[in-house]
């Protein structure tokens, strides 16, 4: 239990600046042959305005620990149009069998393509960790992401970002269940921003999940979120919904 409680400590002083409204929460577990449509769905509330943002995907767990995905991602800035804003590749390995040690751990990439080709790519990767103490679920996630190609025009730096996402889950009914999540960046991985310019984010969520029959599962989360902090959105509502075959 301590360590799963350092685990925790850890995971909420590193963050990721990209983190998006319709971000979640990634797991290590994997499950062979299962196919997934993916939906997610998020607004955030900031100064200049709420943004709205969404994906929807489609997975397929190939093999025992390595699950694949591809979804194409939109998004509504304050005061624009929604576009198709990107497509993005995910991928997760599991590197320990389920249930087999006290900590689950893996590893997620992404590669990001967006719909302009003078806007830069984005990769993303990071170790994921699962644990559990009776009914309760743990986990942290550390993440790094860099930009890469595109118009640099802007005269952005390409550096290597760091985040976090952590969640809390007390595993009550199938269908529902309950705890908190939170995501956050401090910026750059070796050189992090001030306190005020790091984004840090936290609140309660729920999960559950309809058995549908044979392999058919309908899985959601929902999590309302505020800013901790004076570089944070003011709030943020996200959701997820998978249907599962």
Do not use: C
Not at 43 to 53: L, Y
Not at 61 to 78: C, I, L, R, S
Request: aromatic content about 14%; glycine content about 12%.
């Amino acid at each position: 239990m301590k360590k799963i409680i350092l685990a925790l400590s850890l995971g909420a002083t590193v963050t990721a600046a990209w983190a998006g409204p319709a971000d979640y929460v990634y797991s290590p577990i994997v499950v062979h042959h299962e196919r997934e449509l993916d939906l997610k769905l998020g607004r955030q509330h900031t100064d200049e305005g709420s943004e709205d943002a969404g994906s929807l995907g489609l997975g397929w767990g190939v093999t025992p620990y390595w699950f694949t995905e591809a979804y194409g991602k939109w998004n509504k800035p304050p005061g624009e149009a929604r576009q198709l804003e990107a497509f993005e590749w995910e991928n997760r390995f599991q590197f320990t069998p389920t249930g087999k040690y006290p900590v689950e751990s893996g590893l997620v990439t992404e590669l990001e393509i967006p719909r302009e080709s003078d806007d830069p790519k984005e990769f993303k990767f990071g170790p994921l960790l699962q644990s559990a103490y009776d009914r309760a679920q743990f986990n942290v996630n550390l993440l790094f992401e860099r930009k890469f190609g595109g118009d640099k025009a802007d005269g952005e730096e390409r550096v290597w970002e760091a985040g976090y996402q952590w969640q809390i889950k007390y595993r009550w009914r199938p269908r529902f269940e309950f705890g908190a999540q939170g995501f956050g960046d401090v910026g750059e991985w070796n050189d992090w921003e001030s306190g005020d310019q790091q984004s840090h984010l936290a609140g309660p969520a729920i999960f559950g999940m309809f058995d549908m029959g044979g392999r058919q599962k309908i899985v959601y989360n929902t999590a309302w979120l505020v800013g901790l902090n004076e570089g944070a959105p003011d709030s943020r509502l996200r959701l997820q919904v998978e249907y599962e075959f």
